[in-house]
C-alpha cells in the first residue's frame, strides 16, 4: 500500500472511525512510511540561486467523461492503472455485507476534481446525479474543470483549471433495505505530455468508461 494511497482515502472519508487504532501498524508495517520524529533532520546552507516550482506543462485528461454502471463489478476490477498516465488508484466498497445486489441501485454519485498539488484540493464539484435511481447499464456524464482552458493563454497560468485527479463516490440501496453501500474509487494523474491517461473501456470498482472528449491538442501534443 502506498503511502499516497493511504492519505487520498484517508481524505476521500473511506477510513472508519472503528479503523483508526489501525492505522498505526498500517502506516509502519505495511505503507512503511517514517514517523515524522523518527526523520533525521540536517541543515543544509541555502543554495545561491532559487527557482519556484512550475505546474504541470501538459493537461492530457479528458474534458468530459462518460460512465456506465456496472453493479457486478467490485474493486477487483481496475484497469486505470495500468495506464502510463496514472500514478495511483484507490477503489473501496462499504457496507456491501448481505446487501442484495440484484435489486441494487445508485441513489446519488458525486464527482470531484483535485488539483495538482499534491494536497487534494478540490477545484470542482458536480452533484447532478443526486435522489436518482441508476441501475447497471445506465450511464452518468460530468464535464472536467478542464473544459475552462483558454487554448489562447498559457497554462500556467490556468493551473485552477488543471486536474489532478478524480474521486468519485457513488451510494447504493437494495430495495427495501436502509443499508447504503458505497463505492469509492479515485485515480491520480502524472499530467504527462508522453500519453493521455485514460481510455474507452477502462474501468474500476462500479463505473466503466464508455466515452470521453480527449484533451485540447494545444495542451496534449500526443491528443488525437
Known amino acids: 500500500v502506498a503511502c499516497g494511497a493511504l492519505e487520498i482515502a484517508g481524505a476521500n472519508g ?12 498500517v ?3 505495511v505503507c512503511e512510511c517514517i514517523p515524522a520524529d523518527s526523520v533525521v533532520t540536517t541543515t543544509v546552507a541555502p543554495p545561491a540561486t532559487t527557482t519556484t516550482p512550475m505546474g504541470p506543462s501538459c493537461m492530457c485528461s479528458p474534458l468530459s467523461y462518460t460512465f456506465t ?11 486505470f492503472i495500468d495506464n502510463p498516465g496514472i500514478g495511483d488508484t484507490v477503489c473501496l466498497v462499504i457496507n456491501d455485507d448481505d446487501v ?31 435522489n436518482v435511481s441508476l441501475s447497471t447499464g445506465d450511464t452518468i456524464t460530468f464535464d472536467s ?38 463505492n469509492r474509487v479515485s ?4 499530467n504527462s505530455c508522453e500519453s493521455v491517461p485514460t481510455s474507452v473501456g477502462d474501468a474500476i470498482g462500479w463505473i466503466t468508461l464508455s466515452d470521453q472528449t480527449e484533451a485540447s491538442q494545444a495542451f496534449c501534443p500526443v491528443a488525437a
Open 27 to 29: 502506516i509502519t508495517d
Open 69 to 79: 454502471i456496472n453493479l457486478s463489478q467490485n474493486c477487483d476490477t481496475d484497469t
Open 187 to 190: 485515480w491520480m494523474y502524472t
Open 145 to 182: 474543470v478542464s473544459a475552462k482552458l483558454n487554448p489562447d493563454e498559457p497554462l500556467s497560468s490556468q493551473l485552477n483549471y488543471v486536474p489532478g485527479g478524480v474521486l468519485m463516490s457513488l451510494r447504493a440501496k437494495s430495495e427495501g433495505s436502509e443499508t447504503i453501500v458505497t
Open 14 to 25: 473511506v477510513i472508519q472511525s472503528g479503523q483508526c487504532a489501525l492505522l498505526p501498524s
Open 100 to 130: 442484495d445486489f440484484d435489486t441494487l441501485k445508485v441513489i446519488d454519485v458525486q464527482f470531484l476534481q483535485v488539483d495538482t498539488s499534491g494536497n487534494l484540493i478540490v477545484i470542482n464539484q458536480d452533484d447532478t446525479y443526486n
